[in-house]
C-alpha cells in the first residue's frame, strides 16, 4: 500500500509495468477528482497472465466507504 498526499482537483493516475520487452506491461488509466480534505482509494490488478501482458490491468479509484 502506498499514500500520494495530492492537492484538491483532477488527477490522472497511469499504472503499469516492465516484463521482457514491454515497457508498459497491463497499463491501466482513471481519471479522478479529490475534494479538500477527502481520501480516495486507488487498487490496480494485472491480466490474469503474463501471456497477455500486452492486455490492459484494470484500475478503479473510489472514495472509502463511510462509517
Same mark, same amino acid.
Given at each position: 500500500?502506498?499514500?500520494? *498526499? /495530492? ?5 490522472? /493516475?497511469? +499504472? ?10 497491463? &497499463?491501466?488509466? !482513471?481519471?479522478?477528482? +479529490? !475534494? *479538500?480534505?477527502? =481520501? ?9 497472465? +503474463?501471456? +497477455?501482458?500486452? /492486455? *490492459?490491468? &484494470? =484500475?478503479?479509484?473510489? *472514495?472509502? !466507504?463511510?462509517?
Amino acid at each position: 500500500m502506498h499514500f500520494f *498526499p /495530492l492537492d484538491a482537483g483532477r488527477h490522472h /493516475l497511469q +499504472v503499469s509495468y516492465p516484463y521482457l520487452r514491454l515497457s508498459e506491461a497491463g &497499463k491501466a488509466s !482513471a481519471v479522478f477528482d +479529490v !475534494a *479538500p480534505n477527502q =481520501l480516495v482509494q486507488a487498487s490496480y490488478r494485472s491480466p490474469r497472465s +503474463v501471456l +497477455v501482458a500486452f /492486455l *490492459p490491468g &484494470k =484500475l478503479s479509484v473510489e *472514495p472509502p !466507504a463511510q462509517s
